[in-house]
């Protein structure tokens, strides 16, 4: 049971162009979410993150949009540069209890930006 | 300030064989994890632990000890290898101790079963 998914393996994009990326979430326990990003050959890292509280964040040219009530979120990348292609992964964490702490992925979108 | 390093890179390994991968970090964080990455299913969870002495399974435990000993070290241990746990496993840290906050990531150990 996949609580947490990519609908989209890849994603193409040109240079200076925006770069939308989503992700669907199931489980309405979730309270947190966020986006990592991830070069062949290492680990993944940190971009951004959301709060349940809220319904955007931003980072530069890094913006997290949250819908709780249709369970999904977005990650914005304007504009789009070649050092952005890369997995990008989204993630999600419950609050307390049997949650606490754990990550849960979902399978992650290849984003291709080309000059 | 090494961050989270993780060893060996590679590993080859043949059915029943017992290994140990290895993970530190030099930040002084709570919270560690294992994760393993396998093509089509993202990064699934298969033990945490949220300081010295205390450690819980994830999702996908099966197969896998822990021990946490000291804050830096967090070591995997393959108990009796299986084609099916050929994979990416990766190491993760956290300044939170609940794990909420950012999590920063070794660099991974692939590991093959044959």
């Known amino acids: 049971d996949q609580q947490v998914k990519q609908n989209s393996p890849s994603l193409s994009v040109q240079e200076g162009r925006i770069s939308i990326l989503n992700c669907d979430y199931t489980?309405?326990?979730?309270?947190?979410f966020l986006w990592y990003k991830k070069y062949p050959a290492e680990g993944p890292t940190f971009l951004i993150s959301?709060?349940?509280?809220?319904d955007k964040n931003e980072d530069g040219r890094f913006t997290v949009f949250l819908n709780k009530s249709a369970k999904h979120l977005s990650l914005h990348i304007v504009p789009s540069q070649p050092g952005d292609s890369a997995v990008y992964f989204c993630?999600?964490?419950?609050?307390?209890?049997?949650?606490?702490?754990?990550?849960?992925f979902g399978q992650g979108t290849i984003l291709t930006v080309h000059p | 300030n090494a961050g989270v390093t993780q060893t060996p890179k590679f590993q080859v390994l043949k059915t029943g064989q017992s290994m140990t991968l290895q993970c530190a970090q030099d930040?002084?964080?709570?919270?560690m994890s294992w994760y393993r990455q396998d093509p089509g299913m993202g990064l699934r969870l298969i033990h945490y632990?949220?300081?010295?002495?205390?450690?819980d399974q994830g999702e996908v435990p099966n197969g896998y000890n822990v021990s946490r000993s000291t804050t830096e070290d967090f070591p995997l241990r393959l108990l009796s290898a299986a084609p099916s746990q050929t994979s990416v496993y990766f190491c993760?840290?956290?300044?939170?101790?609940?794990?909420?906050?950012?999590?920063?990531f070794g660099p991974g150990t692939r590991l093959t079963v044959t």
């Open positions: 993760a840290s956290s300044y939170s101790a609940s794990g909420r906050g950012e999590q920063y």
């Open positions: 930040m002084n964080h709570e919270y």
């Open positions: 959301i709060s349940s509280i809220k």
């Open positions: 632990s949220v300081g010295a002495g205390i450690t």
């Open positions: 993630a999600a964490s419950g609050a307390g209890g049997t949650s606490y702490g754990k990550l849960t």
């Open positions: 489980n309405s326990m979730f309270d947190y």
